[in-house]
């Protein structure tokens, strides 16, 4: 099922000479210039992120505005069709970043007796920032009973287990875990929701959608060059987070290195998501007080309770009335803290929900969170045992789905994303 | 509970002198020029159209590219709690339709221990094309039980009752209908969300959410500027809509006129929203001949199957294979061609949407159409009986959620929508 690299006459007229340097998102580099390309580098539809690397992009990548995050259970199939769908994600995912149709078989350039090959309603769209970046869940390696489905066992990591149960959890099972897992980011929703659709298409027969979730508004920036989104609370969210620009901090946090345990995953990283159902309706009644109180931040500015602007440290030292400190102790700021969890940090890429509402008429909101690591033992499960114990926006929130995913690194051309896990 | 005009600090920065004609958005005027707008008339961002004027906007304004359509169900209140909710709603829309907060307390310029009158997502963002547009449904002016709750039974217009029942609706009571409807199209989501959960929020005690739905990649242009879009069965969609710069057609078709029914409806339109379910699967697993036979035009580049380009009119006439029509007379376009619907036309205003996915895996994906139109007997619904017949799409699309509202004429500076309803 090997697919050709066959750009449709209409995908060509909107590819551009926008790329992105991968995962840096620093610079603007030359893409691939067509005669007819003509859009200029400042037109936000033609930016495209190269496919290829060391590390898959949608990590490091500058966090676009819209997510569609999906998650799979693989059907009953042998280990050779479960690489050959991986190959075939692989090879379409590396054509739609790139701004070109999923398939050979475009609408507009296929056999008329047949299906497309891409289901359409991205023609004409650019690529607008589009990356695709795939996870392995633990049962991948290994059913609750045991099994040893695709003789992969013995190569799961460590740390690819489930995670454990967080005080106050609701989590929905129909919503949590999954064989596979697939972040699509891009900022046209029509773009990410097409890679999406077409990659569940292409896995018919293979593996099937288990869930997938719709989001907006990055709720957190992940290059020094983006503003600081806001969350549906209204505050700023992720002025802390691990930064593009800094690759010592990522090498630390970010990437799995070499003999951190199993050798395929070198270059790779652990996804951690987490539906967190936000009580909007209580929250707007709640006092502005109680509500920068319960953050330790200004609604405003976003700065610390302790002063400064949005970037100063926070001082959980300094005194405010009463003798206590000015940042609460159990604010979310001081709990999720590098300072508080031991140095941990991750780098954060969630977004926000809605998914209309519920029956008594509250908005089905609030955030999908995303977090990338090294090792979730050292990040986010220390960070979220103590935000689950103590933290005062627990009284607003509800964590509703959860996942943890195994993200190798990037494919070199000719390869397929996690060829290192099934070599010899 | 009037609300004072005023511009936060914040907000102000991002206030600049954009501002698109209202409805024909044919030409950009200066706006509220303040000392520190700084942004060029070139950044989406700074985009706002009037709230005021002889009509609502959000019809014939360009298509936004996001919408967050609500419908609300008026809790026990009187005829003046009513018409309070109203002016609130109003006020509210008219500020964060220029880019300001929803009241005057937002959360950087307001009491400490007391709610921010703003939720505060938005903060930051600009107008980002902004139009929230306000309906009532039939159900405002007469219970189920024939109780003239706000004394308005004897203004419902005629064309304001329930749509019959098509064939093959498979419509779900808790989205459908609605006593009030509110329709916020932005080209950022958070923007859209931000408006609805604020009108929300400010109608708690008067009026509580009954549905809500998010929609994205606007499958229609209103303006002979836009590129027709494409909806999730990958074909382009509303070639043949009513566009803003044909006055001649939108005076027609689109606006109630003086002496049409109730005088207070002068200058408004009606509103038909239809939540379509796709079955993109099966769709997906059609051969293009059968998917452009179900169209009835190409999917490439949206010609008609009897030639030509997208904006081409079909020849019904011609002969295709077997001497039959090469246009097949059960196919979309010709059954809701207005040729085949003596003449009848609308304004159609429709946005994809995914809502996830099923317990099948499927995905939860389809159409949230919209349409206005000055009379819907003449134009929805028998548009509608005929597709509902016959249509070889009705395969692989059901109708979930139905609603119908009017929508009245624009709001005057000092006023509030729908003052001539309640006016002796």
Redo the contacts between chains.
Sequence with gaps: MARTFRISR?RALTLAGVTAAAGAGAGVAAGRATPEATASPADPDVLSYPFHGEHQAGITTPAQ??L?FAAF?VDDISREELIGLLKDWTAAAARMSQGGSAGDF???????????E???????LGPTGLTITFGFGPTLFTTADGTDRFGIADRRPQVLTELPTFAGDMLEE?ISGGDLCIQACAD???VA?HAV?NL??IA?GRA???????G??RTSSTSTAQ?T???????KDGTANVKAEDPAAVDEHVWVAEGDDQAWMAGGSYLVSRKVRMN??PW??????E?ERSIGR????GAPLSGGDEFTAPDFAMPGSGGRPIIAEQSHVRLAHPDSNGGARMLRRGY?Y????D?L???D?GLFFICFQRDPERSFIPVQTSLAGSDILNEYIRHVGSGIFAVPGGATEGSYVGARLFEA
């Design positions: 209409r505005d819209r569609h259970d475009a609408p507009d350039a296929g056999p008329y007796e047949a299906p497309p891409d289901t359409g309603e991205a023609m004409g129909r046209d929703p029509q929701v659709r569940s298409r018919f099937s959608l288990r869930y997938s979730q719709l907006f508004g503003v989104p806001r969350n549906l609370f209204g505050f909007v309706e707007d009644r709640t006092r502005l007080s509500q200004t609604k405003g500015t926000n809605v998914d209309g509402n029956d008429g509250r908005l909101a």
